[in-house]
């Protein structure tokens, strides 16, 4: 993970990149509603504007990618459990 740590702070533009790609989809799989497309798209700017304080925080050596990651796997399990929670729910009535 350090490698890949020291390419991303080597490469500051491709860093921000992938911390808005992380931060976006953290939102839209745990925090998204359904709204219109230009409110969807201020969300997005707005969510990429906050993204710079993240970014300028992974530069003082914050673990930003590595917790947005982290993140990414609690809110897929919390997914899976509750669709089988659903699911076996189903099966049971």
């Given at each position: 993970?350090?490698?890949?740590?020291?390419?991303?702070?080597?490469?500051?533009f491709v860093s921000y990149l992938v911390i808005v790609a992380?931060?976006?989809?953290?939102?839209?799989?745990?925090?998204?509603?359904?709204?219109?497309?230009?409110?969807?798209?201020?969300?997005?700017?707005?969510?990429?504007?906050?993204?710079?304080?993240?970014?300028?925080?992974?530069?003082?050596?914050?673990?930003?990618?590595?917790?947005?990651?982290?993140?990414?796997?609690?809110?897929?399990?919390?997914?899976?459990?509750?669709?089988?929670?659903?699911?076996?729910?189903?099966?049971?009535?």
């Open positions: 993970m350090e490698e890949i740590k020291a390419w991303l702070i080597s490469h500051p992380l931060t976006a989809v953290v939102y839209k799989v745990a925090f998204a509603r359904r709204l219109p497309i230009l409110k969807s798209l201020v969300v997005y700017l707005v969510l990429a504007l906050g993204c710079v304080l993240l970014w300028v925080m992974f530069y003082l050596q914050f673990p930003i990618v590595e917790i947005l990651v982290i993140t990414l796997i609690m809110i897929a399990l919390a997914r899976i459990r509750m669709g089988a929670g659903a699911q076996k729910k189903a099966d049971s009535e």
